[in-house]
């Protein structure tokens, strides 16, 4: 069982930034590929970005390319959401997902393991 844990979500003004973290608690998850995901409320989680286990393969929805970087630091254990130039409607609870593969997917069901999430609110 790997049990992820997300840091680094807060409140942001508009055109802000903010660097997310997911870690696993207790095992290393490098050979994983792993995604963000978020859910706005009152509607449906959707894909953010997902990287490879190695980090040479990224991919993003169309909303967010541009402004988020996807990252990883196999050697810390970690990986990283950059999202700069933060809108309001990128306000959700954002959520670290790995799968058990080390090809990236966007969607949410080929991922086994979740993060409770964490919230960014950008206010305008």
């Known amino acids: 069982q790997v049990q992820l844990v997300e840091s680094g979500g807060g409140l942001v003004q508009a055109g802000g930034s903010l660097r997310l973290s997911c870690a696993p608690s207790?095992?290393?998850?490098?050979?994983?590929?792993t995604g963000w995901f978020r859910q706005a409320p009152g509607k449906e989680r959707e894909f953010v970005a997902t990287?490879?286990?190695?980090?040479?393969?990224?991919y993003y929805v169309n909303s967010v390319k541009g402004r988020f970087t996807i990252s990883r630091d196999n050697a810390k254990n970690t990986v990283y959401l950059q999202m700069n130039g933060l809108k309001p409607e990128d306000t959700a609870v954002y959520y670290c997902?790995?799968?058990?593969?080390?090809?990236?997917?966007?969607?949410?069901?080929?991922?086994?393991?979740w993060g409770q999430g964490t919230q960014v609110t950008v206010s305008s």
């Open positions: 997902a790995a799968r058990l593969l080390p090809i990236a997917t966007i969607f949410s069901d080929q991922y086994e393991y």
């Open positions: 990287i490879d286990w190695s980090g040479s393969t990224t």
């Open positions: 207790r095992r290393t998850f490098s050979d994983y590929a």
